[in-house]
């Protein structure tokens, strides 16, 4: 219990960064970086108030992960999975994980798209490879519980 308590935590305060972050950017920068190379270069540059929308997809996403968290069992529309206790427990912890990853992904982002951090794609490939493999392996179990 301690541990969705700290996801959540961590998740809440990796929002207000993002939200921080934006905000100061979009008052102070003239531009920033919107379109990066596959090398991680900056491809293009965009006006710094399109960092706001940014903070506001974490916040969605943020949301739409915690109201599914409520309701475990609506995240798989296929119902192909036993609706034990079990499982809907083990679906709270996956999307504790997941919104801890999102959010921290779009901080990370935000930080990129600022120009206070240098992108580096394959961060972001190896964040999207764990969800990839976390999914599979909870799907596995889930159906196999």
């Known amino acids: 219990m301690k541990s969705n308590k700290l996801s959540n935590l961590l998740s809440l305060l990796f929002l207000v960064a993002t939200l921080g972050v934006a905000v100061y950017a979009a008052f102070v920068k003239d531009t920033i970086v919107v379109?990066?190379?596959?090398?991680?270069?900056?491809?293009?540059?965009?006006?710094?108030?399109?960092?706001?929308?940014?903070?506001?997809?974490?916040?969605?996403?943020?949301?739409?992960?915690?109201?599914?968290?409520?309701?475990?069992?609506?995240?798989?529309?296929?119902?192909?999975?036993?609706?034990?206790?079990?499982?809907?427990?083990?679906?709270?912890?996956?999307?504790?994980?997941?919104?801890?990853?999102?959010?921290?992904?779009?901080?990370?982002?935000?930080?990129?798209?600022?120009?206070?951090?240098?992108?580096i794609p394959l961060v972001v490939m190896l964040v999207v490879a764990f969800f990839i493999i976390y999914y599979a392996r909870s799907r596995r179990k889930l159906r196999a519980a």
């Open 35 to 119: 379109h990066w190379g596959p090398l991680g270069g900056s491809e293009l540059q965009g006006m710094s108030y399109l960092i706001l929308f940014l903070p506001l997809l974490s916040a969605a996403l943020y949301l739409l992960l915690r109201k599914g968290k409520e309701n475990p069992f609506a995240l798989d529309p296929q119902h192909d999975m036993p609706q034990t206790q079990g499982n809907a427990q083990q679906l709270r912890r996956y999307v504790d994980v997941l919104s801890l990853g999102v959010t921290g992904l779009l901080l990370y982002i935000t930080l990129c798209a600022a120009g206070f951090l240098p992108m």
